[in-house]
């Protein structure tokens, strides 16, 4: 039953997404936009042609990071208010594979519009790409989703209990964190301090990690810290974020079935 | 537990509490359930007959493991809905009126298949049930339409399909013709009855405000009011009870409100009224025959003039009014739902 509700949650993420072309315009086009805005700084001040390849793997992860903000940490609020939520609950499936479902079907969604975005970034602004180790570059992208998804498979155990507040709360994360985990330049940039903690979004050391991949001898200044050591607390971070989803939503729902929250709607 | 019942509670309460920064404005407690105790056997259509706000959806929502009871206790197919809500859930559905669940983009066949997933169905037997359940609504044609394409109706059909595709042992339904038109209504009850008929091990939970709905479908009703059971039994019977009354209604005109003079009539048991542009409404229960002229007399001494009269056998709206003493439109509730 696990594995039948997760192909059965990601199906409207990885099929019904598909049928609205518009995602072409919003999710492509118009990041692509951002990209250039940043691309064209760069060139202005004359930066090494790898800076706007950071722009571009930014412009990709950021795809990735609105993904989990707002269709997995806040789906659930979503859910309560069309009605899927209480069908959810009454269900005999783990709710954790239904949270899984969202995000693997997520992932798929946002990988056809971040490679989209990679593939045209790459050619259009012709960012010479070095790809040292495919193996540990596709290790750390996998880490880096599983970490990140799973931040959101925690965060969405939120909206059982709250409601417009935790919409707030998205709303709160979404710029200040691609600030601060340099989606447009090396994290680094921000001090050592600020770098880490930073590091406690997955997409922080996921881009440093990935970039070092990519642009070796241009990160070799720039780099927080080494691939590998970002690999591992990725790992490590995976893990932990996945655990937490686990216990959070066990508590969260138990919580909101308590105060009346699962099926209260307009919060 | 003896498992003999598919439904039990036992004083079932559930207070809801205000938050603290919106109690300035409102009240802090809002009791929706005030101890109800029942029981239903395996194979029954209960029904829970209430106005807005008596407490049905919650008590519906408890026994689906949505809400825990404040105190009082509730079993599900002999499972104890507080300690054990996932136990629980193997062995239910539930359908609600006016729900939007599903995704818009899928198709019809396709949100249910969905749904079937998350109850382990394995896909072949999943798509025959539902090609099965669609014909059976009437809904086989809207099979590979996008969800957002659907009519009230349609989509409450597909709701239908949904909760009865899995077969459940218990199975709730929450006014589940809410807002529709009269034929979907009529085709879904038949679509309940057929399928109670052709599985008498299954168990129903109906909640409704719809008296003929209750009438026609339930083979026992709980009369539920501000949070409490006031009769609980057949509809035949609770209805034998009013017998040796006389229930009438009548249209007055002339008068706005005919409350104060009915207050000065003797042996008027129940009474209740509902306004109209040009006339007065009044459903009443009279001790006995006679009681009816002095009560016209009455009306008249006041300037009404008495439009129609109509005596009738007694319905479990009738009843309604009888034990809960007031009509449906004037009932307040206890604020939940």
Same mark, same amino acid.
């Given at each position: ?6 192909c059965?949650?990601?199906? #409207? ?35 090494? =042609? ?6 571009v ?7 990735y ?18 009605g ?7 269900a ?7 949270l ?26 012709r ?7 495919? #193996? ?7 880490t880096?989703? $599983? ?6 498979m925690?965060?969405?155990?939120l ?21 601060v ?9 921000l ?15 996921g ?8 642009? =070796?001898?241009m990160m070799?200044?720039l ?16 893990? $932990? ?27 | 537990?003896?498992?003999?019942? @598919?439904i ?21 407690? $809002?009791?929706?359930l ?6 239903? =056997? ?8 209430g106005?807005?706000? @008596? ?11 949505l809400?825990?009871?404040t ?29 939007t ?57 597909m709701n ?9 042992e218990?199975?709730?339904? &929450? ?59 057949? #509809? ?10 006389a ?5 007055i ?15 008027v ?11 007065v ?7 006995n025959?006679a ?6 007399a ?14 009738r056998? #007694?319905?479990?709206? &009738? $009843?309604?009014l009888d ?7 004037e ?6 739902s």
């Open positions: 039953m696990f594995w039948r509700t997760v059965g949650r990601a199906y #409207p993420r990885v099929i019904g997404s598909q049928r609205e072309k518009s995602w072409i315009f919003f999710e492509i086009l118009l990041p692509l936009l951002q990209v250039t805005a940043y691309v064209f700084i760069y060139r202005a001040i004359e930066a090494p =042609p790898e800076f706007l390849g950071f722009v793997l930014g412009g990709a992860m950021s795809a990071w609105l993904n989990v903000l707002w269709s997995m940490a806040s789906q659930l609020y979503w859910e309560k208010e069309t899927n939520l209480e069908l959810y609950i009454v005999p499936t783990s709710r954790m594979a239904i899984l479902g969202m995000a693997l079907g997520g992932m798929f969604q946002t990988t056809l519009r971040a490679a989209a975005i990679v593939t045209i970034g790459s050619l259009l602004f960012v010479p790409m070095t790809v040292t180790n495919v #193996p540990v570059l596709l290790g750390v992208f996998l880096t989703l $599983v970490a990140l998804y799973g931040l959101g925690m965060l969405s155990s909206f059982l209990l709250f409601g417009r507040e935790a919409w707030h709360f998205s709303n709160l994360l979404q710029e200040p964190v691609s600030l985990s340099g989606f447009y330049f090396p994290v680094r940039a001090g050592q301090v600020i770098a880490a903690a930073a590091s406690a979004l997955p997409i922080t050391l881009l440093d990690a990935m970039r070092q991949l990519l642009f =070796p001898s070799e200044s780099r927080f810290l080494s691939a590998e050591v970002e690999l591992g607390i990725l790992t490590g971070s995976a893990v $932990v974020f996945l655990l937490l989803a686990h216990r959070a939503l066990a508590h969260f729902e138990k919580l909101a079935r308590r105060e009346g929250r699962l099926t209260v709607r307009g919060q | 537990m003896s498992s003999e019942f @598919a039990r509670t036992e004083d079932l309460r559930r207070v809801f509490r205000t938050r603290k920064r919106e109690a300035k404005k409102q009240k802090r407690e $809002v009791v929706a005030d101890g109800i105790t029942f029981k239903v =056997p395996r194979g029954e259509l209960f029904g829970v007959l106005p807005n706000g @008596a407490g049905k959806t919650t008590t519906i929502k408890i026994l689906a493991t809400l825990t009871p105190s009082g206790h509730a079993w599900v197919a002999g499972i104890d809905v507080a300690a054990d809500p996932k136990g629980v859930r193997h062995h239910i559905g539930m359908v609600s009126g006016g729900e669940s599903g995704y818009g983009l899928l198709t019809v066949e396709e949100n249910l298949w969905m749904f079937s997933q998350f109850y382990g169905m394995e896909t072949r037997a999943a798509r025959a049930r539902i090609r099965e359940l669609l014909a059976v609504v009437g809904l086989s044609d809207r099979a590979k339409t996008k969800i957002y394409h659907l009519s009230t109706g349609m989509r409450q059909k239908f399909v949904r909760g009865f595709l899995t077969e459940p218990i199975l709730f339904l &929450d006014e589940p013709t809410l807002g529709l038109d009269v034929q979907t209504a009529r085709t879904l009850r038949g679509f309940v009855s057929n399928w109670l008929r052709e599985h008498p091990d299954r168990t129903i939970l109906l909640t409704t405000h719809a008296m003929h709905e209750a009438d026609e479908l339930c083979g026992r009703v709980a009369i539920i009011d501000r949070g409490r059971i006031l009769a609980c039994d057949a #509809p035949s019977n609770l209805k034998r009870d009013l017998k040796h009354e229930v009438v209604r009548l249209r005109g002339g008068l706005e409100d005919v409350r104060p003079i009915v207050a000065t009539v003797p042996s048991s129940r009474f209740s009224q509902t306004a109209h542009d040009d006339c409404e009044a459903d009443v229960i009279l001790a025959d009681v009816l002229t002095g009560l016209l009455a009306v008249e001494a006041a300037g009404g003039t008495l439009l129609s009269l109509e005596k056998a #007694p319905t479990l709206e &009738d $009843v309604f034990v809960v003493g007031h009509g449906f439109e009932s307040s509730g206890g604020g939940a």
